[in-house]
């Protein structure tokens, strides 16, 4: 079984209320949380200096920190952090002081030392608790050589950000099994450029740090004050929560007459399968010869000869997505009408792919089955207010084409709301993140203005599930697109964000 060198953080301050606070700021002086796996390795590169009393240069721990900064970037569990909404100001002493007490020493007795304004926002913890995880490999016996030396060094940790975020550190070695019962919310690495963006430690790390101490005690000589470099032997890559949704790539167009004369418009309930069918065909006569392998899989959904995709990669494909315009209406709000535009998303980690159709699909028609040119596609821009309506972020969305139910509910409130639930983690949103669903809800008479009833939208043949409306509120906000059923991949089950 797979073990982890486990190093914990336990906040001790809070305002009295049972909540720890944490006041480390990152990139830009924005609130920190969970704090950096860097920032860790700084706190216990400097607790082993104190616990070995090596004031000038580290030599007891070197060895097993040099280990610990080669690991791979730790995964990260720690309690939820709620940034605060109330500024607080403070003024510190500006780095100027180490050319003041000079002065002073010259008998320049009215220099004073200037301060800064700082504007910070502590973060309020739901717990006290962070755990870094370090992936150990079975046996693993260079780690028996630090595993004291690492452990010491980690309970000697006193303090994690600011001077005020006073902690007690802690090391241990934890099964899998253990790990995953450890309490609060799991962050890992992610390849991607979303998520929350952390600075890990990398080899060479530890020596930057030590040569930057010694730059610091060697400030001030006779040639006067060198200013200290900031420190560049670091890494930042980016975390993510399981709840955190992955917004996918798509490219959007708008459908123009065959002569391009102006907009076409096409009724949603009757016509939203054919769109989609149409813009699949279209999209595949784009994608001939494209470098990704087949197009059966990805561009038409099909695993040979009449088959649909299935299996661990069913998902991997194209989803076609008609979107009904959202219009204005004043105090009316917002009503749902005819069918202009089309956008075509790919699942997360597939931008290449979405970049290709970009390309290659404006001035492509549209043909109906009989041959008849029903359209002509032209690139939409992302700022199109009524596609933001679809790919913006947001806490709750409802349909605008029904939701088919991916499988039989028997009438049954209960089985129906599983199979609602199955669907959204079907449609690419994580377990986690469903079960968090803060309310949930369907019926055949649709949320908006302008939609009809879920039974009367025509459907391709195949898809003879039940179908309904449905309004959805996450605990917090989701990009889209967003479309879950049965019939995900040709316009049905599509949600937009409401306001």
């Not at 739901?126 to 010491?152: C, M, W």
Request: aromatic share 10%; charged share 25%; hydrophobic share 40%.
């Amino acid at each position: 079984m797979s073990s982890f060198f486990c190093i914990t953080i336990r906040y001790l301050q809070s305002l009295g209320h049972g909540r720890a606070l944490s006041h480390g700021r990152g990139d830009g002086g924005e609130p920190e949380w969970p704090p950096s796996p860097l920032r860790v390795f700084q706190a216990i590169i400097a607790a082993a200096a104190g616990r070995w009393n090596e004031r000038t240069r580290l030599n007891h721990a070197v060895s097993a920190l040099w280990w610990l900064e080669q690991q791979q970037s730790p995964t990260v569990v720690a309690a939820s952090g709620l940034v605060s909404g109330i500024k607080c100001q403070f003024y510190v002493p500006d780095n100027t002081a180490d050319l003041v007490v000079p002065a002073w020493s010259r008998g320049e007795v009215t220099k004073q030392v200037k301060r800064t304004e700082k504007v910070v926002r502590p973060t309020h913890l739901s717990g006290d608790a962070v755990h870094y995880l370090f992936p150990l490999a079975d046996g693993n016996p260079e780690f028996a050589k630090y595993r004291q030396t690492l452990i010491d060094a980690a309970r000697s940790i006193t303090h994690l950000g600011w001077g005020v975020d006073m902690v007690a550190g802690d090391a241990a070695i934890v099964s899998e099994e253990e790990a995953a019962k450890l309490p609060g919310e799991v962050w890992r690495p992610t390849p991607d450029s979303g998520g929350t963006a952390l600075r890990v430690p990398i080899t060479g790390t530890l020596n930057a740090l030590m040569d930057k101490h010694e730059d610091f005690l060697n400030r001030l000589s006779s040639d006067g004050f060198k200013p200290v470099p900031p420190l560049g032997a670091f890494e930042v890559i980016h975390y993510r929560r399981a709840t955190d949704p992955v917004a996918r790539p798509f490219a959007a167009f708008s459908i123009l007459k065959p002569d391009a004369s102006g907009n076409r418009a096409f009724d949603t309930e009757r016509r939203c399968r054919d769109v989609a069918g149409w813009i699949r065909h279209a999209t595949g006569s784009a994608c001939e010869g494209w470098p990704f392998g087949s197009i059966e899989g990805f561009v038409h959904g099909h695993d040979g000869p009449d088959k649909q995709l299935k299996g661990e990669r069913a998902n991997e494909r194209f989803m076609y997505l008609p979107l009904p315009s959202i219009e204005r209406r004043g105090d009316l709000g917002n009503h749902v009408g005819a069918i202009r535009r089309v956008l075509v998303t790919a699942p997360p980690g597939f931008q290449d792919r979405i970049d290709w159709i970009r390309r290659r699909l404006p001035g492509q028609e549209l043909v109906a089955p009989d041959g008849e040119v029903t359209g002509l596609l032209n690139l939409l821009p992302t700022s199109d207010w009524v596609l933001t309506r679809y790919t913006k972020s947001a806490h709750v969305w409802s349909t605008v084409t029904p939701v088919v139910w991916p499988g039989h509910d028997d009438r049954d409130a209960r089985k129906a709301k599983a199979i609602l639930r199955k669907a959204f983690v079907q449609g690419g949103l994580a377990p986690e993140l469903v079960a968090g669903i803060e309310e949930l809800d369907w019926r055949t008479v649709g949320f908006r203005a302008g939609v009809d009833l879920a039974h009367r939208y025509q459907r391709p043949d195949h898809m003879n599930g039940r179908a309904y409306h449905v309004r959805v509120r996450f605990p917090h906000p989701v990009p889209g697109p967003l479309a879950v059923g049965a019939g995900r991949y040709r316009g049905f089950g599509l949600f937009a964000a409401e306001d």
